[in-house]
């Protein structure tokens, strides 16, 4: 194929290593893998499309990795081919192969775990059946937890105290450890066992008991086991899997925490012929990575600091810093606080779980209040010593009384080690003398999409040349755009200096600039993060103008590979969104409007047939010169001229153009403006009546005060608790500080 060809989907295709990357996958790949049964045809599907774009060579292993030169295209297809595999499996399956580095080692799983064996011959099947029937009434007392049952059983056939006794291969240790309350049961086999013979009673898949107890949490039943033969923590399965590993892998804390400990007592024992060592080499790296992802960052770290090895190990999964950067929620940067929680997650003492943050959120730090300016200005006087002790006995109340300071002090020791893992995990690979690429490429790709500025503080610093990372074949600006990550963007355009400019004139192979790139609509996971259209456009809006200060005055006009600009790309990509705006908007609108129709036909009635009457020799109100008089004459005209704002208010934004600029600021404006005037004509409407009523009746009936003011208050509440949460929302999306922070009204020069 000639490399100047271009392919159906509108990109060039290289010669050795083609990237259709717009290609509809999911036109080929109609069956997702779930197990055995569907294997098969899901495989016949999957090597359809890869022969059809000339791509075999990255499943059957002729493509091999090239030398460095040609790396970045090998690698940029071979992703494409494993985003297709995984893309067409079900969670369960794709939980076999995450981590997994190349296409050709993910087909390969997948063959191993799904291909279905031959049959057995059927003479065969019908003898296994007639030999493990026998063992039912055995199964079922273990079961129940009839021991003199079992144990007549086993006086009859000893066999059966250490043999196969059903189809899956389970000895009788196997089903008494699939039910913790027969720990006892367990431990009357036992006694009967010769211990030495523990590692060889295996099921069908080469699991012995301890495997098993770790894959069900039956920590009391792991426990009993290794106290009998500390040999099982070392012995594999079929899948050349340890106890540990499957405790971990099923995130079992407390029987992954037990075989832990005794796994590093009993470590001498992995030298043994036919044991493995969970700690060293791709075991323990697996260790690392699932206690990572797990969230047992405390364990991560001291597996870390005691095999500081393990962060380099060359291995065929992922390594341990794409694990951690995964972690999104472990960081600051992951977890959103309001300032109440901002203010005592600042403050509260972490012990001895403290790291020099490379990135020190502005949320969560630069909180300076009256408190702690006293705090600080008594540690300049000798009451120092005695406000210390104040302040730390009351945030030992706090935590044993408190539960939600309790949860905000686990966040920020959680927060804490991932930075000590990560900043661990970075020094050790600095020190290497080989391609660093290896170790963080997947890792920072990982932490630009999920917006985890952490990782890429820690990993830019650590390694510079990281800046320049592609993913998909985008730079971090460009990913950062793409996939709306506000502080990512903010990194690149008010930390980094350098070689900033060749950020801002960066396109991709269809010559979209960043602007163009802006204008595309963002991920529905991203919009979905602010509720309704009209906001989520206005958030679209904020960003197409803050890349628009990032990039140079002739982008705004720069045409791509299909001559549009910019701007044209964004009311493409966003049409829709600015049509159910629209709707959003009107139909707002139309339910505030009957609204305020509905209170100035009331205050204006009320205006003209003032309580009390009028005298019919003058014409003025009978009670003018009562106070309670002047208090509803003022809130009904209060009432009167808000509720009229506010209507001619909606009815501007019923009769606007919705231009897409439009919903920038003047339609929020609008209608942040009308819902404020619509509760003050509410109120002052609620405070005109009970003045009707204080007038009419409080000097005969004084209690009536009483249930009036708490009537009166119950209508303003609802209001305030059904509206008051969208109108925060607006005033916070039009007028809050943004997500671009402070800095982002600095314009950007080279």
Known sequence: MDSNIIAATGEKVSQQYPFPSQVNAASFLSIKLSGKPNYVRWREQIICLLDCYDMLGFIDGTLEKPEENMYREWKRSDTLVKGWIYGSLSEDVMETVVGLQTAYEVWNELKTNYTTPPAPPPVAVNTMKEDFGEYVPLCRAIQMGDWEKAQEFFNNDEDALIGKINDYGFTALHVAIGDPKNIWILEKLLEQINPESLPTMVDNTQRNALHYAATLDNYLAAKTLVEKNPDLLFRVDNRNNLPIQNAIYN???????????????????????????????????????NTILAGFLDIAYNLLKDYPNLATTVHTRKPPLWCIAKMWDAFPSGTRYNFYQRFVYSHVPTDNYNVDHTHENEDLENQVTYATNLLKDCTKSYVYPVVHMIYVKIWKAALLRVPHIKRLKEDKVKHNIALMILKFICEEVSKLKSNHSYYYHDAFIVA??????????QITQSFPESIWTRGNGYLLSELSIINRCEKVFNFLAYKVTQDKYLHTISEDENNNNLLHLAGILAPKHKLNMVSGAALQLQRELQ????????????????????????????????????????????????????TATLIIT????????VPGGVKGDTGKPTFQTRPSFIVFAVSDAISLFTSTTSLLLFLSILTARYAEEDFLYKLPNRLILGLVMLFMSLTSMMIAFSATLYIMFVQEKSWILIPVVALTCLPIASFVTLQLPLLVDLMVSTYGRGIFGKQSYVRITS
């Open 602 to 609: 009331i205050v204006f009635a009320a205006a003209i047939t």
């Open 543 to 594: 960003w197409f103008e803050e890349v628009g200060k990032f990039v140079k005055p002739k982008d705004k006009e720069a045409l791509n590979n299909k001559q549009e600009t910019p701007i044209m790309v964004f009311r493409q990509e966003h049409n829709d969104l600015r049509q159910k705006g629209e709707d959003w908007m009107k139909k707002t609108s139309e339910s505030y409007t009957i």
């Open 251 to 289: 995130s079992h804390k407390t029987t992954f925490l037990y075989l832990f400990q005794v796994c590093k007592q009993h470590i001498g024992l992995s030298k043994k012929d036919g044991n493995h060592d969970p700690f060293e080499g791709e075991k323990g790296v697996y260790l690392l990575n």
């Open 448 to 457: 630009v999409n999920n917006n985890t500025i952490e990782v890429i503080e």
